[in-house]
Nanobody, 119 residues
Framework: QVQLVESGGGLVQPGGSLRLSCTAS????????MGWYRRAPGKERELVAR???????NYADYVKGRFTISRDNVKNMAYLQMNSLKPEDTAVYYC?????????????WGQGTQVTVSS
């Protein structure tokens, strides 16, 4: 079994920062792409940022210059450093990973962590 667990969400004022963490555990050979997605109230889930196992990244336009994705391949973790947060960044943030297991490659999601940006 494989689990993705996010942490680090919370309430922050506009202009503030938060750092989200995602830990993958279980029967894992390797992890290909790891990503962060978000779903705001009344909206569909959208990509925030993704990072490959070699460190290549891509970001949604609305977070470029403010958010930074990184990962630790030894610890099977991904991070999302969020700076200059805006009220419109309020959403549930989900970690996603393409994980190679003994039986094949599978797509996994975490349970989500709430980020609220409000004064």
């Amino acid at each position: 079994q494989v689990q993705l667990v996010e942490s680090g969400g919370g309430l922050v004022q506009p202009g503030g920062s938060l750092r989200l963490s995602c830990t993958a555990s279980g029967s894992i050979f390797s992890i290909n792409v790891m990503g962060w997605y978000r779903r705001a109230p009344g909206k569909e889930r959208e990509l925030v940022a993704r990072i490959t196992s070699s460190g290549s990244t891509n970001y949604a336009d609305y977070v470029k210059g403010r958010f930074t994705i990184s990962r630790d391949n030894v610890k099977n973790m991904a991070y999302l450093q969020m700076n200059s947060l805006k009220p419109e960044d309020t959403a549930v943030y989900y970690c996603n990973a393409d994980i190679r297991r003994p039986s094949g490659i599978y797509d996994y999601w975490g349970q989500g962590t709430q980020v609220t940006v409000s004064s």
